[in-house]
């Protein structure tokens, strides 16, 4: 079984099987937080997982969770503006949208 080595603030360097720990994910993200037992002092800890933890720790089977926000935190803070109206109207004239309609 895949052996996960991580630290204990107690311990120092343990060993982990997947069993012992999940992943907690952001929505859209792919970092995001491990959660483990210390096997030694069982003491609960939480650590930050870049990108690359999660991708081994996912591939070695560790389960995880999505957080899902009760609140988007991704809203627009502004409302949209002239200018990425204009720029999506002329995205539209580039791609010649009435030629398809007369062709469809
Ligand atoms: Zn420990």
Redesign the pocket.
């Given at each position: 079984m895949t052996t996960i080595r991580t630290t204990?603030?107690?311990?120092g360097d343990?060993e982990l099987v997947p069993d012992d720990l999940w992943l907690e994910l952001e929505a859209d993200e792919i970092e995001g937080e491990y959660i483990f037992q210390?096997?030694?002092?069982?003491?609960t800890e939480r650590k930050p997982a870049s990108q690359r933890v999660v991708t081994i720790l996912l591939a070695s089977g560790v389960r995880y969770e999505v957080a899902s926000p009760m609140t988007p935190t991704r809203l627009p803070s502004t409302p949209i503006s002239e200018a990425e109206i204009l720029s999506f109207a002329g995205k539209l004239d580039n791609e010649n949208w009435s030629e398809h309609l007369e062709a469809g």
């Amino acid at each position: 079984m895949t052996t996960i080595r991580t630290t204990c603030e107690a311990c120092g360097d343990i060993e982990l099987v997947p069993d012992d720990l999940w992943l907690e994910l952001e929505a859209d993200e792919i970092e995001g937080e491990y959660i483990f037992q210390c096997p030694y002092c069982d003491q609960t800890e939480r650590k930050p997982a870049s990108q690359r933890v999660v991708t081994i720790l996912l591939a070695s089977g560790v389960r995880y969770e999505v957080a899902s926000p009760m609140t988007p935190t991704r809203l627009p803070s502004t409302p949209i503006s002239e200018a990425e109206i204009l720029s999506f109207a002329g995205k539209l004239d580039n791609e010649n949208w009435s030629e398809h309609l007369e062709a469809g």
